[in-house]
């Protein structure tokens, strides 16, 4: 079993960046695929990106593509999220994901996604 720990998260005026970080534990993060969630004020959880186990494949949310990239480092046991042109309605509550099938990953279904992180806060101001 692998526990997923967040970080990066901060305050940043809109059209800055951030780079959130997924460290892993227990378990090399090799073994899964991985991905992005994130819950803003007043709505639920949803995908924004994902990758699969040996990073060649990334997958994004629409609002999303074309400003963050999803990325990992296996040497590190990590995985990232860099998030440029930061909007206002990115603020949310960003979760690191991992499961044993990318494609549950990829589906949304938060129901179907195996490990969670506890979650680092985006906030960005106008």
């Known amino acids: 079993q692998v526990q997923l720990i967040e970080s990066g998260g901060g305050l940043v005026q809109a059209g800055g960046s951030l780079r959130l970080s997924c460290a892993a534990s227990g378990r090399a993060l090799s073994w899964y695929a991985m991905g992005w969630f994130r819950r803003a004020p007043g709505k639920e959880r949803e995908f924004v990106a994902a990758?699969?186990?040996?990073?060649?494949?990334?997958y994004y949310a629409d609002s999303v593509k074309g400003r963050f990239t999803i990325s990992r480092d296996s040497d590190k046991n990590t995985m990232y999220l860099q998030m440029n042109s930061l909007k206002l309605e990115d603020t949310a509550v960003y979760y690191c994901?991992?499961?044993?099938?990318?494609?549950?990953?990829?589906?949304?279904?938060?129901?179907?996604?195996?490990?969670w992180g506890q979650g680092t806060q985006v906030t960005v101001k106008a």
């Open positions: 990758i699969n186990r040996i990073g060649t494949d990334t």
């Open positions: 994901a991992g499961d044993n099938s990318l494609s549950d990953i990829r589906s949304g279904n938060i129901a179907l996604v195996d490990y």
